[in-house]
């Protein structure tokens, strides 16, 4: 559901609608429903959890609410079905920061050889591969069944995502590496023009 399929309706009527995995959904509502509660009260959001099936409605707390809120809402609840910890998924209710999502299936295929080799390549020995990716964009990156998700500003998280695809496609680390490091000093220099234009 994107922005303006939430802003096409009225404020009473705005509903996302999740479903989450069994074994992360103990996680998102959290030890006595702490989790679940702060992201309501971060998100001015009434959160409903259907236990039995995995399911999940978040609507407005208050007429207030835009549907901003309402997509941070849903993308925190995402980022913790892909994985993430609650320290790492409440990054993404920070206005700059957005969740991005690849499903290895709909690149690589069914077959569990492949997608568990191409977990490997993406993750690295002792995981250094995906530590190195998110040092060099500053964002989280989660491997988690058959996906991987991204949590940072909008180059970072697309620029991580641009490695990890070149890593999925079968290229050498060592060429992603100075890809990254060649995009990130350009991102850098783009960064530091657009502040001293901007600067009074």
């Not at 609507?59 to 549907?67: D, G, I, K, L, S």
């Not at 709909?106 to 690295?124: D, T, W």
């Amino acid at each position: 559901m994107d922005m303006n399929e939430l802003n096409s309706r009225s404020q009473s009527t705005t509903k996302v609608y999740l479903k989450v995995r069994p074994e992360r959904l103990g996680v998102l509502i959290g030890e006595g429903g702490k989790t679940l509660k702060q992201l309501e009260l971060r998100t001015r959001t009434r959160i409903t959890v259907d236990s039995v099936n995995c399911s999940l409605v978040i609507e407005p707390a208050t007429p207030e609410v835009t549907a901003d809120m309402l997509l941070k809402a849903s993308d925190f609840v995402k980022a913790i079905d892909a994985g993430f910890s609650p320290d790492k998924a409440e990054r993404v209710l920070e206005e700059d920061q957005i969740l991005v999502i690849i499903d290895l299936k709909e690149i690589v295929g069914n077959s569990p050889n492949h997608l568990q080799r191409v977990k490997g390549r993406i993750i690295g020995e002792e995981g250094r591969v995906k530590t190195n990716i998110e040092q060099a964009t500053d964002t989280y990156i989660s491997i988690y069944d058959d996906i991987v998700a991204i949590i940072g500003d909008y180059d970072n998280a697309y620029l991580a995502r641009e490695a990890i695809e070149m890593i999925i496609m079968g290229r050498e680390h060592s060429t992603v590496y100075k890809y990254l490091d060649k995009r990130v000093r350009e991102l850098k220099r783009r960064k530091a023009t657009e502040f001293w234009i901007r600067k009074p």
